[in-house]
C-alpha cells in the first residue's frame, strides 16, 4: 500500500489495531521507505491528511477501511539505521472510532469529596464540533441513589476531535462550619450541593452560588452547645453560668408597746422603736441562665424560676402609725416609715385608766406625749415591710431584648433570669458568708 508517492509504502499489510471500551478500535498506520525528495509541497498535504479524515487508506485493499475510524494524530517517528549508516523515516498516522455523538473513551473516575461526597469524572469523544445536550445542574446519572447530578460540563474542541469532560457530584452536605456567638449559642453554616437539606434550628441565612447551572446552598442556623435548635419547644435554655451579684438585705427594726404601772400606780403605754440591723448591700452567689424564644414578653412564672420565691424588688418598707388620745388633750398622731427596714412587730391597741388618784400617761420614744388624764386609748398600726429574705431564694433581674430575625422575618428574642443561690445568713463581723 502506498500513500501519496510510490515510494512511500505501509509497513507490512495489517496496521496495529487496539480494542477500546464502548466498542471503539484504534488503528495505527506506519509508513516508511521514503526519503526526504519524497516530500514536497505537491503531496505534502495528501501525505500527512487533516485531522478528523477517515481512515480511507486501507480500501486500496479489501476490506482494511474501518468505519468511523478519523484522523487524530500525526508523526515522523525517525530513527538511526547503522547497516544503511542513514536515518529511517516512519510516518504514523493514528485513527480512533469517532461518531457524531459523544461515546465515552475510559471508565468513570469515582472519588469522595471531604465530606463522604461520591465525584465522578466522564470523559467523551465524538467528532470534532459535536455538542452536548446535558444540563449542568439538572442531568443526572441514571440510577444513582441518592442522586448525583452533573456539577461542570467542558468540551475541547482540537479539530480532530471534540472531547467532553463531565463532573458529577452527589447531593448532600458539602461542609457544615461551627461557630460559637457567647452565651451558650453557636452559628451553624451548612453547605449543601444542589438541593437545600434540612437544618435544626430558625434559619438566619441563605446564600445560593450558582455556576453554570449547578447550585451550591449555605444555610446559617442557630443551635445550643447540644445541637438542638435554641427555641425548641418555643423557648429553650441555652446557657447557664454563676455569678455574684450585688443584694440588699433589709434592715431589722422592733417598734414595741409595753403597758405597766409605776411604783406610784400609775398606768402607762410606751411605744419605742429599736433598730437590731441596719440595711446592708453585699454580694450574693445567683446563677444566670440564657434562653431563646419566640415570645416577647416577661411571665409571671419567670419570677418563680428554679424554685424562685419571686422578684427581689421591695417597694414598701416598714412603718408605724401610732395614735394617743384623752380627755381633755388634742389627739396626737405620729407616722414614720423606716426605709430600708422591715419588723416582725405586730400592731396593736387599748386604753389605760386612772388607778384612784394615780393618772395614766402615755411616751413615745421614750418622750411622754400625754399625762394627767383620766382615761387614754391608743393605737399602733404597723406595716411589716417585705419579707426575711434570708434562706430563701429570689430572682433578681429578668429581662428580654430582640436578638435576630429568620430568612422568614419572624423576631427571636433573648431573655436572661438571675436567680440568686439561697440567701445566706448575716454573720458576725469576724466572719464573712462565703468563708
Not at 479524515?53 to 475510524?69: K, V
Not at 447530578?149 to 472531547?163: T, V
Not at 394617743?324 to 391597741?349: C, E, L, P, V
Request: proline share 3%.
Amino acid at each position: 500500500m502506498s500513500l501519496a508517492n510510490t515510494n512511500i509504502h505501509q509497513r507490512g499489510e495489517i496496521p496495529e489495531i487496539t480494542k477500546l471500551p464502548n466498542n471503539r478500535i484504534r488503528v495505527v498506520r506506519r509508513f516508511q521507505k521514503f526519503t526526504r525528495e519524497d516530500v514536497d509541497n505537491a503531496n505534502l498535504g495528501s501525505l500527512m491528511g487533516d485531522f478528523g479524515d477517515l481512515d480511507t487508506t486501507g480500501e486500496q485493499i479489501t476490506n482494511q477501511g474501518y468505519t468511523d475510524c478519523r484522523l487524530i494524530s500525526v508523526e515522523v517517528d525517525t530513527r538511526f539505521n547503522q547497516q544503511a549508516n542513514a536515518d529511517n523515516a516512519v510516518l504514523v498516522k493514528t485513527y480512533e472510532t469517532l461518531t457524531s455523538s459523544f461515546v465515552q473513551i475510559v471508565d468513570d473516575t469515582v472519588e469522595y469529596t471531604e465530606n463522604g461526597l461520591k465525584k465522578v469524572t466522564r470523559v467523551y469523544r465524538a467528532v470534532s464540533g459535536t455538542t452536548s445536550s446535558n444540563t449542568v445542574g439538572t442531568t443526572a446519572i441514571s440510577g444513582s441513589e441518592p442522586t448525583i447530578i452533573l456539577a461542570s460540563s467542558e468540551i475541547e474542541d482540537n479539530d480532530a476531535f471534540a472531547q467532553l469532560t463531565e463532573v458529577y457530584l452527589e447531593t448532600g452536605v458539602l461542609s457544615v462550619d461551627k461557630t460559637s456567638m457567647s452565651n451558650g449559642v453557636y452559628r451553624i453554616s451548612t453547605q449543601f450541593a444542589h438541593t437545600e437539606g434540612s437544618v435544626v434550628g430558625p434559619i438566619i441565612s441563605r446564600r445560593i452560588e450558582n455556576s453554570s447551572g449547578y447550585k451550591t446552598i449555605t444555610v446559617d442556623s442557630m443551635q445550643d452547645g447540644s445541637g438542638n435548635s435554641i427555641v425548641d419547644g418555643g423557648t429553650n435554655l441555652v446557657h447557664q453560668y454563676k455569678t455574684f451579684e450585688a443584694f440588699q438585705y433589709t434592715g431589722v427594726i422592733e417598734i414595741n408597746t409595753t403597758t405597766g404601772s409605776t411604783s406610784g400606780g400609775n398606768r402607762y403605754v410606751s411605744v419605742t422603736e429599736k433598730i437590731i440591723r441596719p440595711p446592708a448591700q453585699a454580694k450574693v452567689l445567683a446563677t444566670t441562665y440564657v434562653f431563646f424564644q419566640t415570645a416577647s414578653d416577661i411571665t409571671q412564672a419567670d419570677y418563680k424560676y428554679d424554685t424562685s420565691d419571686g422578684l427581689w424588688s421591695p417597694n414598701n418598707w416598714a412603718s408605724a402609725s401610732v395614735s394617743f388620745s384623752a380627755s381633755g388633750f388634742s389627739g396626737i398622731n405620729i407616722s414614720k416609715g423606716f426605709r430600708g427596714y422591715r419588723t416582725d412587730s405586730s400592731s396593736t391597741s387599748g386604753t389605760r385608766t386612772q388607778n384612784v388618784l394615780a393618772f395614766p400617761f402615755a411616751e413615745y420614744d421614750n418622750k411622754t406625749i400625754i399625762s394627767s388624764a383620766t382615761s387614754i386609748d391608743y393605737s399602733v398600726d404597723i406595716e411589716k415591710g417585705p419579707p426575711d429574705p434570708i434562706n430563701n431564694k429570689y430572682t433578681l433581674n429578668a429581662s428580654i431584648t430582640p436578638a435576630f430575625d429568620d430568612v422568614n422575618g419572624t423576631t427571636y428574642y433573648k431573655k436572661t433570669i438571675v436567680v440568686t443561690d439561697t440567701i445566706p445568713d448575716q454573720v458576725a463581723t469576724a466572719t464573712l458568708p462565703y468563708d
